[in-house]
Structure formats: C-alpha cells, structure tokens
C-alpha cells in the first residue's frame, strides 16, 4: 500500500540546524544586562588572583545577600527550611553555598560547580636565595602550563603566611600601581641558538622558573648572602616575617594587573584566570540572583586542586561536598540516614562548570570547527571530554542533554555544543567524573576561551554572560 505524500501548508519547515553568532540573535535588554554582569565579573576576578581570594571574595558577596555560615546551624543544631541560604567553607578554599529548595533534599538538588584554581607559579617552602648579585625566589609552577609563556612579564606576589602561633598575614604585592612587581628572566636572543633549537616545551625548565626579587645589598660588612638578607629586612619592616615563616606560607606568583576589555568593539575580556573563575563567577552570580525559594535546593560548589587532578582535602576528589550533603540532609530533616543520602545525591542534576577551548583561525589544523565552540556563540555544552578515546570522561546521557536543552531553550539561553580539539590532538577533564560516580546526571557546561592556561586568557563577554543566564535558568528551573 502506498502512502500519500504529506501536503505542504504555508512555508516548508527548515529541517536544517545553523548556530549563528550571538550578537545576531540577542535583544537590547539582554545586552545591556551582558554589560552589567561583565562589569562586575571584571571586578570580581581583579581581586580574585588566587584561590583563597575567590574564596574570600565569594563570601562577601553571600553574607551580603543573606547567606549564613552553615557551620554555626551544625554546631546549635538549627533546622533549615525552605527559602533559607547557607554555605559551608573547606580550609578558607573551597566554597560550598546552598538555598534550601520545596522538595526535600532525597528528591536531589541542582548543583553548578566549578573551580577558582588557576595554573601559575607557586613559591616552594625553603625558596629565599642569592646568586649573581641577585636575590630570587625558587619556584615550583602548579597546574598544566606552557613555561615559556611565564617569563619576562610582570608578575604579583599573593598568598599568605601562617606564623607558628597561627596568626596568618596576608601579602599582595605587585597589583597596585604604586607596587613594585616581580618577573623571570630568559635568554636574549644574540646568544639563545641552542635554546631556540629545543621543543617549546623544554626551552624553559621547570628549574629555570625562578623569581627575581631584588637587587640591593644589605649595608652591613660582615654579614653573608647580603642580597638575600636585605630582601628579609624589607619583609620583616612590612609584615613582620622572618625566614622560617616561609616554612608555612602558601604563595604564589601571578601576573600582575587588572582584566581589561578588549577588541576594539569592546566584545571581549582579557584577563588571567578565566579558567574557571568565569564559571565560579557566573554560577555563583545565578545562585544570588534566584527568585524566590526554588522547587529544588539550589547549590553552588566553588572548588580548589582542579587543575592538579582535583586531590587534597580541598579538591573534589575529597569527602568534603559528601560531608557537606549530609550535615545539609540533617539540618533539613533532623533524620539523617545513609539511605536518603545516597538517593539525594543520585537524584541530582549537575552542570560541571568547566571552560571549554574555543575555535582559533591561528591553528585551525588542531580543531573540528563543526565540533568546536565559537566566540560570542553562547555558553558552550560539552556531552564528554576525556583523552582521545574518552579516557577520564563521565559522558552525559542523551536524556540529560534533552532536559539542559529544554531548559535553556525555554530560557531564552544562547548555547552550543563543542569538544576540546581534535580527537587524537589531545585532552583534560573536569570534575565531572567525581560527581558522576554518585549516580547523578552531570554535564559540562561552560565559557570557550582563546589561550587557556596561558597567564592571560581571552573569553567572549556574550559568552559569559550566557552562561549566567543558563546557569540561573538551570537552578530556578524545576524538571517539568
């Protein structure tokens, strides 16, 4: 039996899918919201240079929304309901920050998490030394980055020491206009051929990284390592340390100055740590700007050691978020149970809130543009990462994929789909996995960047802003 061709009625339905720029799609309200948003991320990631900083920066901008340190209702045992907002910190590095949904917690929460550590150059425990008639600072770099990239720009000194009675003193140098800043050195090239003929990766070694810090002699004859010492006096004038202090100190070298727009069309932002502290950022800015009490409790992890494989007891790969959710369970139920939490956190949905690289005309050999994120196409949606064949991904579900899809487009979210290079090009993975072994729905989803890794990294401010906006749909929405 034959069957009739379906009649055609008005235009013919295009079956075809085009992702198209974003500035072509989006509405004068939406782009003057963009701008807003990306003024205050600007200031955000300005003061945020290390970890502790967004960690620190984070909970101002909660306890000036209402939010309250959940420790205080675990030690008073003070119940949680509905509408109520709360965060619990790990170490003064990681940030945990939750409103209470309608649903109790077993019915599963929607979570956004990213990572506010960044590749850069740490200090090691016993660095202080002179050679040359320079004093310099031997360093140890953190996380996946390209050496050569690091010297000869300016770079800041943050972090802290923790003195052996526990008081910590704080140090910041270098960001200020008024600040000296710090760099390393590389060879000029006149007498750099045998350098110049090693792979990118070797020219620098990790050895040759260190800092220089000074140049002046202390003014006393007799005393040894005069360059050396006299770095220690100035120290010692401002902030009151000495040599040992270094011994429980955690710092780090990162460039200085502040982000700054960029491209003439002012469409862009480039500036140090946008991986992931634009994802930090954006998902932290969604759980502030919720309406009302949310049909599911609403969280937001902000979280350390991402960029080494998320270890430690700061990084995801530690109990801290499933100790989180159980003293949550328990505030909210006063009965906790492994049972209702092992089916609170399986119930969940998770946007991994990772970057993603976005497609660059300088290297179009290393990516599948049909595959690849685009800039100002929107937030990017990435089904799995991994290595080549996948290795280190959690690879989201088609279901999942059709629930995010539904929920931004209803939103008005601009979004795409990308993958990090071509297949065999290479690889990296995010926190995904980690979540995922607990049995929820998890994907990644977040902002392409140009130059990841590199001290200063480009991101596209319509991309930013989407992924605030998808962000905050996904943490308003219910899963109707």
Known sequence: MKTKPAKKTGKQQDLSFTNKNGYEK?????????????????????????????????????EAAGFSDMAKHEKENIRLNPGDKV????EGKTLMAIVVGKKPLEAGMHIVGGHTDAPRIDIKQNPL??????????????????????????????????KSDGRKVKVSIGED?????????DLLPHIAADQAKKPLGEAIPGEGLDVVFGSVPADEKDRKEKFKYNILKLLHAKYGINEEDFLSAELEMVP????????????????????????????????????????YTSCV?????????????TGMASNFFENAASELLNLTTNAYSELALKRALSNSWMLSADVNALFDPMFPGFFDKKN??????????TKFTGARGKSGSSDASAEFLAHIRRIFDKNGVLWQTGELGKVDQGG?????????????????????????????????????????????????????
């Open 372 to 381: 690849s994120a685009i800039v100002n196409h929107g937030v990017c949606v």
């Open 87 to 90: 965060y619990k910190s790990c």
């Open 177 to 185: 206009p008024s600040d000296p800043v710090f760099c390393i050195t």
């Open 129 to 162: 030394y002179e050679n040359g008639d320079l004093a310099l600072l031997d360093t140890h770099y953190y996380g996946s980055i390209r050496k050569y990239q690091w010297v000869t720009i300016p770079l800041a000194l943050h972090g802290v020491f923790v």
């Open 301 to 313: 992890l902000l979280c350390d050691k991402e960029e080494i494989g998320s270890v430690g007891s």
């Open 428 to 480: 990296a993975g995010t926190i995904s996995y980690l979540m995922a072994r607990y049995g929820m729905k998890v994907v990644d989803c977040g902002v392409g960047l140009f130059s990841m890794h590199a001290p200063m990294e480009l991101a596209g401010k319509l991309d930013i802003y989407m992924a605030y906006k998808g962000y905050l749909a996904f943490l308003q929405d219910g899963r109707k």
């Open 26 to 62: 989006i509405s004068p309200a939406d782009l003057k919201r963009s701008d807003e948003l990306n003024k205050m991320y600007m200031d955000f990631i300005g003061k945020a240079k290390t970890e502790r900083e967004a960690h620190d920066e984070a909970v101002l901008l909660l």
């Open 256 to 295: 200085a100055g502040k982000p700054r727009e960029a491209g003439l069309d002012r469409s862009m932002i480039l500036s140090y740590g946008h991986d992931d502290r634009v994802c930090a950022y954006t998902g932290l800015k969604a759980l502030l700007d919720l309406k009302g009490v949310p049909e």
